[in-house]
Every structure is written in C-alpha cells, then in structure tokens.
C-alpha cells in the first residue's frame, strides 16, 4: 500500500468572475523512503497540490489518504501524526532560541520541556543544524533556516516531509547540501515530497514530476520510474 | 601516410577524449584505457581494449601526441605517450568547437519536432516525453554531497552536475514555451484534424 495516495484530485479558484482550474484530475502514489520532486513554473498550482497532499487544503474533486485513510476531514490531525509540513516561518517568539523553536511542536501535544529539548536537539542534529540550537532566528542564515524548519517538522517523527521550493533563497554553495539533506532523510524511510520552481532542486529525486496547465506528468507511481543510477553525490 | 597529405577532420569523441587525458597527464596505452573508463563512465566507451591503441595509433599520426623516448629505453618497453604542442592547440580549438556541435545537434532536434508540428497533438506528445527526459536527467545528476573519489573526481562531478542542471533547466523552460505555442496551434485548427 502507498503511504500516500491521491486519486483524481481536481481544485479550482475563482479570480473575480472567471474561475481557474489549478489542478486537473491529478493522481500521485509516494512510498516509504521516496524523495519526489514537483517541478513546475509559477503560479502552475505546485504549492496548491502540496498544502492539498498535505492535507491542509481540501480539493474540490477526489481524494487524497494518507495510510489508507482519507485526509478528507483528518487534515490537521495528520499534520501531527504521520506528515510533517515545512513552514518556512515562524509565527511568533522571533525571539526564542532556535532549540525551543523546534521543540514547540512537542511542548504542545503535553511532553515534557526536559524530552521535547532532547527530541529537539536530536531533530536539529538530524538535519545538521545542531549547531544552531543556540542561535535565535533573525541569525540565522538561508540554508540554516531551512534546515531549522526541517527539523521542526521531524521532531514530531513525520512518515512523509511536505516542503515547498526546499532550497529557495540559499546560497548556491549551501543548496547542494540542503538537497543531499532531503536525500538523506529519504534514505533513513521517511518519504520526502517536495515542490519547486527551480529545476535545479530536482537534484537526487527519486521521481520528478512536472505539473502545468493543472496536469500533472511524469510517472505518478513508483512503478513507472525510470530507474535511474544513482550517481555520485545525486 | 603521405606526408604531404592532410588528415581529415577527426571525428571521432573517443580519440578526443583520449588527447584530453594523455593532456591532463602524461602515460601509458593500459593506463590511458583504465584512467578513461574511470573519467568517461557512462558517457563514451572504449569498443575493446585494442581500440586504445587505435585511438593512440591515430594521434600519434596527426601528430597530437608522440610517444616519448626516455633514455635506455629499450623495444619492449612499454610506450608512454604525451601531448604536442599541436595536439594541446587542436584540443583547445575542439573543446571551443562543441559549443557550435551542440548547436547543430539542437536545431536538427528542432527540424525533427518542426516535422510533428502538422499534428499538433503527436508534436505535444513528444515535447511531453523530452520533458520528462530532462528532469529525469537532472534528478539524476551528480551533485556537490559526494564524498567519493579523489578531489579532482569531486571536482569533476560537481561540475558536471552544475552543467546539466543548469543547461536542462533553460531546455525546461523551453518547453514551456514550445507547448503554449504548439496548443496555440492546435486551437487554430479543426476538430478531428490530423
């Protein structure tokens, strides 16, 4: 069984009075340890099919389940358990450390500070931000933000890490890095999907996918895949 | 070969790369063929281990590269080979070349996707399929994260990866272009057209 199933997902938006069609009967299966990559220009509805995937945003036609189980009303109870959804801000306590940043996730479902400090350095060790932990936020640079996002989502133990343009505004010297960092969170079993505008973040994907005119193309399922070596560094 | 006579035009990439690595460092036939199978995996291949000393044969003859002639050397011993002057010029001059060979090869694709245009719906179908060949080819490319190798492998990965993304990224886009022009077509013309 996918981890990750969407089946015929279809969402529109009204501009004024003309209405848009954003995704199209797009379907998609992602299994356990699968980084794939959305590739498509701006405003194609990249970040739409993401929030939808991730169960944040309910599509106007098909469905989507996480497990087997439709996300269809359980969006934001799989937010919490099973998918971690990269938010590249943060809401409030600009002025918190980094360490208790990422352990807020954990803070709110009740665990205690002592263990959500332990889990959060864990988190940040696993996305080589550990050196961060001290750091507030506005010190933080690119890529160091990014991988402090990402740990914040890892912390509650996410099966699949949704992230939208994973390395948009790092440095060119540290998107390598950032990328490899998806590769590598998908060779530990947890699945990564991810959207970008930037063909050079298709970098290392197990699948990449282009979406335009509200279609998805590209092997939806792993089985179509062109299995491609895995040279080095990819 | 006479020697008033002028070479043709040498084709072949193999004997090119060949030049490029005697270049980089100065050695043996089996040497040669191991450093180029390491160097070239997956991009160019040698047909057998005697097509080396083929390649080699025929640099020798255009005069790019001369095998060299240490003291006490003796007949059985084995022959190391290195660039000339000529050889490192003509290298220079082709490496230039490929960006005018990259050209052609792109505008005959183009004439092949121009042939499919009368059927809009077969031309989509087709910029469809390069598409997805070059994301594939950009996921698949080598990134700055390895650790394999010696540093000028690394360095070469790198590289070579840098390229690809970044000239695969332009043909992406390119086909985003190509596609509302061809559906453009295909609206202008009647339902059921072939």
């Given amino acids: ?234 | 070969m006479n020697a008033r006579e002028t070479p043709a035009r040498m084709h072949s990439s193999v004997n090119w790369a060949l030049l490029g690595l005697v270049i980089e460092r100065p050695s043996y036939a089996y040497e040669l063929a191991r450093r180029f199978e390491r160097t070239y995996e997956g991009a160019l291949s040698l047909s057998s281990v005697s097509h080396v000393y083929t390649a080699l044969a025929s640099l020798c003859e255009r005069g790019l590269i001369v095998q060299s002639s240490a003291a006490g050397q003796t007949a059985r011993s084995r022959r190391r080979y290195q660039p000339t002057v000529k050889g490192i010029a003509e290298h220079a001059q082709w490496l230039v070349g490929q960006v005018g060979e990259e050209r052609r090869r792109q505008r005959v694709l183009m004439a092949q996707l121009g042939a499919l245009a009368k059927t809009p719906a077969r031309a989509l179908a087709a910029l469809d399929a390069y598409e997805q060949a070059c994301i594939a080819e950009i996921a698949a490319a080598p990134g700055a994260g390895s650790d394999e190798g010696p540093g000028t492998t690394r360095l070469v990965a790198r590289l070579a990866g840098e390229e690809t993304r970044l000239t695969l990224a332009a043909r992406l886009r390119w086909t985003q272009y190509a596609r509302a022009q061809l559906q453009a077509l295909a609206a202008t013309q009647p339902a059921g057209s072939e």
Avoid at chain 1, 19 to 31: N, P, Y
Wanted: hydrophobic content about 45%; aromatic content about 2%; charged content about 25%.
């Fill in chain 1, 1 to 234: 069984m996918s981890l990750l199933a969407a089946e015929h997902v279809g969402k529109r938006y009204r501009e004024g009075r003309r209405e848009r069609t954003v995704l199209d009967d797009v379907s998609l299966a992602l299994h356990e340890g699968e980084l794939v990559v959305i590739y498509g220009e701006r405003r194609c509805g990249r970040s739409t099919l993401l929030r939808i995937l991730a169960g944040i945003e309910a599509p106007d036609s098909g469905t989507v389940r996480f497990q087997g189980r439709d996300l269809a009303g359980h969006g934001e109870e799989s937010l919490g358990a099973g998918i971690g959804y990269v938010r590249k801000c943060f809401r409030a306590g600009e002025e918190q450390s980094v360490l208790a940043q990422v352990a807020t996730p954990l803070l709110a479902r009740g665990i205690s500070v002592r263990q959500a400090q332990l889990a959060a350095r864990s988190a940040l060790q696993r996305t080589g931000a550990e050196r961060c932990a001290g750091a507030v936020l506005s010190e933080l640079g690119a890529g160091e933000t990014v991988r402090v996002t990402l740990a914040r989502a890892l912390v509650l133990s996410p099966l699949l890490v949704v992230i939208d343009e994973p390395a948009a505004g790092v440095e060119l010297s540290q998107r390598d890095g950032v990328l490899a960092q998806l590769r590598t969170l998908a060779g530990e079993g947890t699945a990564v999907l991810a959207a970008t505008g930037e063909p050079s973040e298709l970098a290392g994907a197990h699948r990449a996918l282009t979406l335009s005119d509200g279609r998805l193309r590209g092997p939806a399922v792993p089985e179509l895949a062109r299995v491609l070596p895995l040279r080095a560094g990819a």
